[in-house]
């Protein structure tokens, strides 16, 4: 029992780090309407600005290339100054990202503001591995830290003082946002802009000064956690999903129920640690990381109710949809050019140009997921790679042979497309995004870091493709890599587009994207939203699964690392920049934006732009979802694009006397494009 006990108290450090955070989202939520998931990443930034202050008296700037490193001190700083600095910084560089991002951003579509701090944070996550590398680092104790004896048990004393700042927080957090005038004017923002408004209230002033305070509590939580927990990008900047779990089951309104959540999910995560000694039965790696995370999903499933909506002073607007005339010619058309280039391309560029392709595929199921039926999902990666892992077992150990073993791995991956689609029926756009970041999370832990499923550092090989004695595969002997491969994946991934394509102007397609207009609305006009909902998820985790296999035989092994948690992130971000509402969006994502496609290889052989891909993606990110939502291929599909001219001369070449439309049929496509 008394190493229970040690647990549970060691299990405060982290569950106060995460309740902290939680406060700082839920106060943005409360202001904004905003779910900030780069909230962890300013406190991974504040952290090591606070490190570098201590050790070398530099103050570490949030940029690159540039000189980004300012002595402040000929010598490492004292605790007191470098946390003053520290904090001030860290509440400056919030309020700095809120009035350059988030606050044109109010009035956003959910999944804009979803894209648009996941880009913040995926620059800040890229910057820091840049000028800090990756390597961990130690920070020194900030609060008293002597051994302290409960029932003969001795511990650090710091988790007991983590564990009453969050107390005291939470207590003045509660005081100050139920009685005082500048809590009862958020509260009145939060609930209808245009009366608080008429009342005198900016909308604008009290978020600003909301995001001050969750900055400053981002700040402070960055240092606090630096002596207990290896500091590091990565896992400093997904210190927000445990806090965004506390954030969601308090609602984003209750301070006392996120913090409460967060200590208990630290303490559980601890025990966890305990009982893996105990109970040998239990998986040893992971459960710690994941378990918490799988309670939170069931918990939200059952029981969660859709998050209060914020009064807004104006409508918002979906990004675009495009809407395919001449999918099959077009399908034609395209895999004839496609074929020409990977004949063209030779060596590096090939291999690059064949990537692509796959990314295609990939960012296809985001473009059905997201784009058609508006559901976001931060957990796209884990379905591909579930869909490269189950092909390696069935064409390596089962002996299943191609093209069975695809697809069958593909359908193995439309189950769990379901179970992550069931909170969808209960919990929506950015409550939506935060589990499906849990799920991401969840399955980093436990699935992907199963040896015997993954095949641990070296990860699993793949039985390369064989069709009636042909090979398929990327290499053939000395030639790697072959034309063959590079047909054979244009033939999958131009057969998905068109498929896809041919939903979008279907009945089905249709409902989704009434759904994605609006639930309600949908609803009452006869269409099943539960469903719709789960057929589109499962549909975009077969292309998800598909997309992993044709992946799995591009790289020849594959490993854990490539699914982590923040390459779903990346594949969220080229597709929205592209354009999630378009087809030709998951085409422009693959060859130009995605890290091993095309244009980005060839831009690294050129001037050497690889290490900078994570930070333009970031930026570019943020940016389109401030000044365009539409995405680069809205820009093409213009009136004086490249795209129409080329549908223009198509329609020359080939023309077709196109199909009267019922007049339901107009009215539903013209409801639909106002969306």
Known sequence: MSDFLLFLLLGLGAGAVYALLGLGLVLKYRSTGVIDFAHGAIAMWSAYVFVNLRSTGVLELPWIVLPHELQVSPAGMDVLPA??????????????????????????????????SVGVML??????????????????????????????????????????????????????????????????????????????????????????????????????????????????????????????????????????????????????????????????????????????????????????????????????????????????????????????????????????????????????????????????????????????????????????????????????????????????????????????AAMDALVFSNVPFTGGLGGRAVAQPNLFGLNLGISNGNVYPTITFGVFVLVVVVFVGYCVARLRTSATGRMMIAIRSNERAASYIGIRVAPVKLFAFAVSAFIAGIGGGLLAYDQGTVSSGSFAVFTSLTVLAITYVAGIGRIAGAVIAGIMFASNGLFVSFLDNLIHVGQYQMIVAGVALAVTAIANPNGVASEMVGDKGLAPRIVRLRDRVFPVRAARPSPAAAVTESTHARS
Not at 346 to 365: D, M, N, P
């Open 83 to 116: 946390l003053g600095i520290t904090l001030v910084y860290g509440t400056a560089l919030g309020l700095l990202l809120f009035v350059l991002v988030y606050r044109p951003l109010l009035r956003a579509a959910p999944l804009t503001k979803v894209c648009a």
């Open 123 to 440: 620059g800040f996550e890229a910057i820091a591995v840049l000028n800090f590398g990756t390597t961990s680092l130690a920070g020194t104790p900030v609060l008293p830290s002597d051994p302290i004896f409960i029932a003969g048990i001795a511990f650090p004393s710091d988790r007991l003082y983590l564990a009453a700042i969050v107390v005291v927080v939470t207590g003045v957090l509660a005081f100050v946002y139920h009685w005082t005038r500048f809590g009862l004017a958020t509260r009145a923002s939060a609930e209808n802009e245009i009366g608080a408004a008429l009342l005198g209230i900016s909308p604008t002033v009290i978020a600003g000064r909301n995001w001050v305070i969750a900055s400053f509590l981002a700040a402070g939580s960055g240092v606090l956690i630096t002596p207990i927990s290896s500091l590091d990008p990565t896992s400093y900047t997904l210190f927000v999903v445990p806090a965004l779990g506390a954030a969601l089951i308090g609602r984003f309104q209750s301070f006392w129920w996120t913090a409460g959540a967060g200590l208990l999910l630290g303490i559980a995560q601890s025990e966890l640690v305990k009982l893996e000694t105990i109970w040998t039965w239990l998986p040893q790696q992971g459960l710690s990381d994941g378990l918490p995370f799988l309670i939170i999903l069931i918990a939200m499933t059952l029981s969660a109710r859709r998050l209060g909506a914020r009064g807004a002073a104006g409508g918002w607007r979906n990004p675009a949809l495009g809407r395919p005339t001449r999918p099959l010619l077009t399908s034609v058309i395209v895999f004839v050019i496609g074929v020409v280039v990977v004949i063209a391309l030779q060596g590096s560029l090939r291999a690059a140009f064949e990537s692509s392709i796959i990314q295609i595929c990939i960012c296809l199921s985001l473009v059905l997921l997201s784009g058609f039926i508006g559901q976001v999902s931060l957990a796209q990666m884990s379905f591909v790679g579930m869909g490269a892992f189950i092909l390696s077992h069935f064409g390596g150990d089962l002996g299943i042979p191609f093209p069975f073993s695809l697809i069958l791995a593909a359908l193995c991956v439309v189950p769990i497309g379901i179970l992550i689609g069931l909170p969808a029926l209960r919990v929506r756009g950015v409550s939506l995004a935060v589990v499906t970041l849990a799920t991401a």
